[in-house]
């Protein structure tokens, strides 16, 4: 009987690839053809930072999180609509307070014309989560987050797109959109997600390596679920 070393190699091929996209091992010179599908291509995007990224709007958060991928390579676009989209559209995005950026947004008004992303980023207001979430139902996405505060979030998310694709994430950041289409920075400690309701996969370490490599600290959580609670428990101990 002879040995058919094929899977052998493809398992090799695969682990330099997550090994390299991790940081352990710099990507071998072919390392776009040792796979071109399934998550481990996803893992060889992050390493080589061309995340495709969308961003359902483009308020306070949204903005700050954008303008640092935008800054630091990722491949991000923004779907925003009127005055908003507008101001992107001829101004950028534009940060100032707890630092100062500036970068190009590309933008698109009609969220038909997207049919697919690696990150799909809800950065709606809570109240405009559903109606957004609606909107972009038919994108094939890798994986999809929130970037609104409590829990709610996550459970609107995977009834559109499934528990599986979904991230649990706590946005521990923010700031104010003047209506200058300047974004006031003021509150900065990190971006966190995770599998619900625990762990975290390759895909997910990859996509946090390339947000902090684009300059923004972002934490691959083990334990995302227990931390919304604890957020949101402590939100609603301090209401009046």
Request: a neutral charge; aromatic letters at 8%.
């Amino acid at each position: 009987m002879r040995h058919n070393p094929r899977p052998m190699m493809f398992f090799r091929a695969t682990a330099c690839v997550v090994a390299a996209a991790v940081g352990f091992l710099p990507a071998p010179a072919n390392a776009a053809e040792v796979v071109v599908s399934g998550s481990v291509r996803l893992i060889l995007d992050a390493h080589n930072r061309g995340v495709k990224a969308f961003i359902v709007g483009a308020g306070a958060v949204g903005s700050i999180l954008g303008a640092h991928l935008i800054t630091g390579g990722l491949d991000v676009t923004y779907i925003a609509r009127g005055r908003r989209a507008a101001q992107l559209r001829e101004q950028g995005v534009r940060i100032s307070g707890l630092k100062s950026l500036a970068a190009p947004a590309r933008v698109v008004e009609n969220p038909r014309e997207i049919d697919f992303a690696d990150v799909l980023i809800i950065a709606t207001k809570s109240y405009d989560c559903a109606a957004a979430l609606d909107s972009v139902r038919h994108v094939r996405a890798g994986h999809v987050f929130g970037l609104q505060n409590g829990v709610y979030k996550d459970e609107q998310i995977a009834a559109v797109f499934g528990v599986e694709k979904t991230l649990g994430s706590i946005a521990a950041f923010g700031g104010e959109l003047m209506a200058s289409g300047e974004v006031v920075w003021t509150v900065y400690e990190q971006l966190s997600f995770g599998r619900i309701p625990s762990g975290t996969t390759p895909e997910i370490d990859a996509i946090a390596a390339a947000f902090n490599q684009a300059g923004f600290r972002t934490v691959a959580s083990r334990e995302i679920q227990t931390e919304e609670w604890s957020k949101f428990v402590v939100f609603v101990a301090l209401l009046p």
